[in-house]
């Protein structure tokens, strides 16, 4: 199996045996564009505060390169591969048109018809709009978001676009996530899968919102959901689900969406025909990666930001988490998600500005200290906060320095933040009914055993720790093994292919009763912050006397 994680700064393909789910083979893509954050490539078009767009054609050369390198590196001839998954970060959504040309390609100096990556942060105003409005309606979707869709997500993005870009918005024939636009690409075939419809795209007990929730925030926006449908109806890749505007059909995690089409496979160097998986999330299939796809098994994928996804088999309205869905990791499962917008980011945020020793350095002068030693407490909303806030307008905050404050305690401060962040998200799932059997560390952060420590301190609790540095691409190819019909389930592909160490990290006492006192104080930060007042008036100011 062939599995293809599409990243923030990078795509990785990793070759798989299907009956172990021994990892042979693995290469990497670096994107030529990267984040485009500042201006448009080659038109020298500027970007305003909070954006982050991403390039479709990196994409396609993950595909071209990544993908034929991991074969090579595996050792193993094209033909013996049998299927091939792909996840995405989310939401990561693009323009389209109903052909699946991305309208950048055709107007490339327009920002609005670039795809808007996941850390797009600059609808915040329109899903403060939808929030309200939801609200005074009393829309019954609403509470399975927490009571607040992110700014992040497909509605607010493309109410953006609408009324920055109404000629960007009117030539959009489709508003599809990355995540099913690849596939569409590798099969030919355009589906939406059940996970980004649902949490991305507040697809609810068969139906978006209506045209009459849409229409009250915008006239214009009242048949935005019929960009979302495929048009496409039929058993092989899913069920028909409700009567949804457009007829909406959402393809099952683990389905087959199609067969690698000819152009597809002189891209990947694969053979045509190949069984393609239903699209999906770099967090969801991470679950399956980790063999934690039962109930109450919390996996916090852990790199740039953090997201936290756990399958249940109850339904709970939980404030402030990203959202429940049906189906949505595991067929059969209830779905949560939930997440911290800026966790890796925020540490090399920091090295880059201020610390040349690095992040070996920081952590090695940092790990030294006791527990409270640099008198500090930190906020983690250097990039909003996603949970348990839903605020990507509140920013970072940092108490107790002094003149006597060294890099070395702020490095560890933040990374302690973090983990604050953590345990506000698993105590808000387990005060609302939802309870956390067992936490689950994936993700590049992983690499740093301090850091782990200090969360299963804060936590109080053991961390498992998933058995793979490639924890998506391997999920994907676990999902493509059920798609080529190696395995029956993603439970049963899981249990063979997946991998973790329980209880990897196990919590300090005398550390952690230390740090529920630093914890207290932060609960005090994040309440008096979190109501956004000052932060969001210094944005406000920073956003003025932006050039």
Known sequence: MVGVDFGTLSGRAVVVRVHDGAELGSAVHEYTHRVIETELPGSGVRLGPDWALQSPQDWIDVLRTAVPEAVAAAGVAPEQVIGIGTDFTACTVLPATADGTPLCFETPGEPHAWPKLW?????????????????????????????????????????????EAPDVYARAERWIEAADWIIWQLTGVESRNICTAGYKGVFQDGHYPSEEFLAELDPGFAGFAAKLATGQVGDRIGDRIGDGVGGVTLAPLGGLAGRLTARAAGWTGLPEGVA?????????????????????????????????????????????????????IVPGLWGYEAGQSAVGDIFAWFVDSFGADGHEQ?????????????????????????????????????????????PEDVYRALIEATAYGARMIVET?????????????????????????????????????????QGPALGSAIHAAVAAGAYPSIEEAAAAMGKRTEAAYVPDQARADAYDRLYAEYRKLHDFFGDGHMLHTLRAIRNEAHP
């Open 276 to 328: 393609v998986a239903v699209g999906n999330v770099d967090a969801h299939v991470t679950a399956a990666a980790a063999d934690a796809v039962r109930p109450g098994q919390m996996v916090a994928i852990m790199g740039t930001s953090t997201c936290h996804i756990m399958p249940s088999d109850r339904l709970a309205e939980v404030p402030g988490m990203c959202g429940v869905v049906q189906d949505g």
């Open 119 to 163: 850390k797009h942060h600059a609808a915040q105003p329109h899903a403060d709009r939808i929030n309200d409005l939801a609200a005074r309606r009393g829309e019954s979707w609403l509470p399975r978001y927490g009571g607040k869709i992110s700014s992040e997500w497909e509605f607010a993005k493309g109410l953006q676009v609408l009324e």
């Open 429 to 469: 799932f387990e005060k609302s009914g939802v309870p956390v059997e067992e936490f689950v560390v994936a993700g590049g952060l992983l690499k740093n055993p301090f850091l782990m420590q200090v969360y299963a301190d804060v936590l109080r609790r053991p961390l498992s720790a998933i058995g793979s540095d």
């Open 362 to 406: 920081l952590t090695s002068l940092a790990e030294k200290q006791a527990v409270g030693q640099h008198g500090l407490v930190a906020l983690d909303w250097f990039g909003g906060n996603r949970s348990v806030l839903v605020d990507h307008n509140l920013s970072g905050v940092i108490v107790g320095q002094t003149l006597a404050t060294r």
